[in-house]
């Protein structure tokens, strides 16, 4: 099924792609529609253009491709399925996910990441191949995040200011010479080993394959790896590890 969607409202555009009895959707000429995808499952839908705020939200099983940039709040609580975007995506893409995952190939804005949760045998991955703004992985309390900082400055960490504030579970990988600045006092911050690397080997793997990415300009670089240290009252109230 093919959409062209234009001027069209999002809600009659939503309704479309909800109702269609056809597995894989294409929508052309998106520009800015809302919510699209919102809480579908066993779909797959192909967007050629830019889709509004909310793409995603609470997806359950869905797969996303967006051929273009997406806006705020991408994959905004979404359960399971994929987003897998061609560009670049706005503030707080991810946010409160707690299952599937997001592949940006290019940058993503402010609080990227923000309250993500494993849930049950759930566990969000996100990975963002430039760089992400500042907050990023805020109240983290589960899953991966990964900031590949790919045509990024070298001398730069590929994340804002405050990145882990309020983390109390999960992980963020980056890949970068230096820390990041402003790292709050409850992230623990070590250099990343060869198992840290074999734990996201699959997923760099699957960054690379979504976006046609050579994996030897990444796998063999420097990354640090963030985590909530043990004295953080946050991960001692809200996690079991």
Do not use: W
């Amino acid at each position: 099924m093919r959409i062209t969607a234009g001027l069209m409202h999002f809600k009659e555009l939503n309704e479309q792609v909800r109702s269609s009895p056809e597995n894989h959707i294409y929508i052309d000429n998106c520009i800015g529609q809302r919510y699209i995808a919102s809480g579908l499952s066993h779909k797959e839908v192909i967007i050629n253009g830019t889709p509004g705020n909310a793409l995603g939200s609470y997806l359950n099983g869905a797969d996303i491709i967006v051929n273009g940039n997406a806006q705020d709040a991408t994959g905004d609580t979404m359960n399971d399925g994929s987003i897998i975007i061609h560009g670049s995506s706005g503030d707080a893409t991810g946010y409160a996910m707690r299952g599937g995952k997001i592949f940006v190939r290019d940058n993503a804005g402010y609080r990227a990441g923000i309250h993500m949760k494993a849930y049950e045998d759930k566990i969000p991955v996100l990975v963002i191949g430039g760089k992400a703004g500042s907050f990023l992985g805020e109240y983290q309390a589960g899953g991966i995040i990964i900031v590949l900082g790919i045509n990024c400055d070298k001398n730069t960490p590929p994340v804002g200011h405050f990145c882990g504030t309020g983390m109390h579970g999960g992980k963020i990988y980056i890949c970068t010479e230096k820390l990041p600045l402003n790292l709050p006092a409850q992230v623990s911050a070590k250099k990343a080993t060869s198992d840290d690397i074999d734990e996201i080997k699959d997923l760099l793997k699957e960054y690379c394959g979504n976006f046609d990415y050579d994996i030897s300009n990444i796998i063999n670089k420097s990354f640090y790896v963030l985590t909530p240290n043990s004295q953080n009252p946050y991960k001692r109230l809200y996690t079991n590890n």
